[in-house]
């Protein structure tokens, strides 16, 4: 499944099938070098991908009154990774811990960013300027940080009414305008997709007091 194309820093566009260009990866500590930091976060920070047939039982169609959705992070095991990469900055974990507005949370599957061709925290403009080093030091932390943050952000709609409804355009915390359609209005008979990339909702996870998760 294609992911959201929210971001050029971190999504393929639906115009191409080609492989994306070749980047340098994130390099481990150098035992003689002790500038360099290990691939950000840390190895082991991430949950282990679950398999998607693990999510087969999470659907939940009815709205959760008392639940939030900061609540509802780690119980979808599909989603595991999103919501790990959301709690790491203010910027995306306050909106979810909010009462008072609406987010919905366009969540792509552990699966789908392990087949990104870069990392969420990885800008190839970093490796165009800086070289293989982009990522060292407390300014390679801070650029990662940065870059995560907008990589999260693309997949947040704040401040819009959920449930969401079909042909009504809002813009993501990364300021994207995007929407969703339904069925022939889509392309796509008895789909929904959001648009304009044309990704296919896979299902409403969640839909709690504050907000809904919708897994991509």
């Not at 811990?97 to 699966?111: F, Q």
């Not at 030091?137 to 990589?151: T, Y």
């Not at 409804?165 to 008979?189: C, D, L, M, P, Y």
């Not at 304009?196 to 897994?215: K, L, M, Y």
Request: with cysteine; charged share 20%; proline share 9%.
């Amino acid at each position: 499944m294609r992911l959201l194309n929210l971001l050029s820093l971190t999504l393929l566009t639906t115009s191409t099938a080609a492989t994306p260009p070749a980047q340098e990866p994130l390099h481990n500590i150098n035992n003689n070098n002790n500038n360099r930091i290990p691939p950000y976060p840390p190895p082991g920070h991430l949950p282990v991908i679950m398999s998607p047939s693990s999510s087969s039982h999470e659907v939940q169609s009815q709205v959760q009154p008392a639940v939030l959705l900061i609540d509802i992070l780690g119980t979808q095991r599909s989603l595991t990774t999103f919501f790990s990469l959301a709690r790491m900055r203010p910027e995306t974990n306050e909106p979810l811990a909010d009462a008072n507005t609406k987010t919905t949370v366009l969540a792509p599957s552990n699966v789908a960013i392990e087949h990104l061709p870069r990392k969420p925290w990885e800008n190839p403009d970093d490796y165009d300027a800086l070289g293989s080093q982009a990522y060292d030091g407390s300014g390679g932390k801070d650029r990662a940080d940065d870059n995560m943050m907008r990589f999260v952000q693309a997949h947040l709609v704040i401040g819009h009414p959920s449930p969401w409804e079909a042909g009504v355009k809002a813009k993501t915390s990364a300021g994207r305008e995007i929407w969703w359609e339904e069925g022939k209005a889509a392309g796509q008979e008895g789909k929904r997709v959001v648009m304009p990339d044309g990704v296919e909702v896979e299902r409403v996870a969640s839909r709690v007091a504050n907000g809904e998760v919708v897994s991509c």
